[in-house]
């Protein structure tokens, strides 16, 4: 089982950046698929990226705007979000799975951190 622990989040203004970090323990990183998913109030959990064996792959909504990346020397995964709308606020998940890189659903993910709050206000 691998430990997933955010960090990073908070509030900005539209058109702002954060960055998020995910530092794992119990695994490593570039052994596994390791996603961003989200949650806003009142809707269901969302897919944003993946990364993994040299792919990447995101969500329409974000794409262009976030980037997701790994750093395999210090087990941390990062999603680097630029261009910020109120739609994006949510609670922001790191996720390690072995399912199908490009799966874009929740199933069979069986990892995940607690998550960090991205709150963008307009």
Avoid: H
Avoid at 49 to 63: D, L
Avoid at 79 to 106: F, H, W
């Amino acid at each position: 089982q691998v430990q997933l622990i955010e960090s990073g989040g908070g509030l900005v203004q539209a058109g702002g950046s954060l960055r998020l970090s995910c530092s794992a323990s119990g695994g490593i990183v570039k052994d596994y698929n390791m996603r961003w998913f989200r949650q806003a109030p009142g809707k269901e959990r969302e897919f944003v990226a993946t990364i993994a064996w040299g792919i990447t792959n995101y969500a329409n909504s974000v794409k262009g705007r976030f980037t997701i990346s790994r750093d395999d020397a210090k087990n941390m995964v990062y999603l680097q979000m630029n261009g910020l709308k109120p739609e994006d606020t949510a609670v922001y998940y790191c996720a390690a799975d072995r399912q199908p890189i490009l799966q874009t659903s929740t199933d069979g993910v069986d990892n995940w951190g607690k998550g960090t709050l991205v709150t963008v206000s307009s």
